[in-house]
């Protein structure tokens, strides 16, 4: 997420956005963080939703233009998949399993720096979105809805036995 801050320090001198954090972590991280956004200016862009379930989500899946997930190591990012099942676009880091976001043309694939994150950012900003969130959401049903994956797994288990 201090890469994402950063990244939108660099962004701010160009651009008007507004970034909202989502999750929640131990409160001193938390609190790293916060400090970070205020070193850095950008308070009144910034804001740390915390923890949010079902209705809350989705609102904030509809309210979003696209999902940033700056992340070092992922083993499947669900964010990510949910973000693109709500037909939101999503820049993911190179340390999430999601290259398929460029190949599908539904988002970005690139390094968790700064720079990268705020090339990204700022490259994705001009692109069609609606589109982009289509590509996602149709990527996630045909390859990710219950039955897509009940049917890979029925095929597991039949070649295994």
Not at 4 to 31: F, N, R, T, W
Not at 136 to 161: I, K, N, P, T
């Amino acid at each position: 997420i201090e890469n994402l801050i950063l990244a939108m320090s660099i962004i701010m001198a160009d651009a008007k956005l507004h970034l909202s954090v989502y999750g929640e972590g131990e409160p001193e991280y938390h609190q790293q963080l916060v400090q970070l956004v205020k070193e850095q200016g950008l308070a009144e862009q910034i804001d740390f939703i915390g923890h949010v379930t079902e209705e809350d989500k989705t609102k904030a899946f509809f309210n979003a233009d696209v999902c940033v997930v700056p992340s070092f190591t992922e083993n499947f990012g669900m964010v990510v998949a949910e973000s693109l099942a709500h037909g939101v676009p999503v820049v993911a880091s190179k340390g999430s399993p999601w290259q398929g976001l460029e190949e599908k043309n539904c988002g970005s694939w690139v390094d968790n720096s700064p720079q990268a994150l705020a090339i990204a950012i700022k490259a994705i900003s001009t692109r069609e979105l609606e589109e982009m969130g289509l590509n996602g959401r149709r990527w996630m049903q045909d390859d990710f809805a219950w039955s897509q994956v009940a049917s890979r797994m029925c095929s597991l288990y039949y070649e295994l036995v």
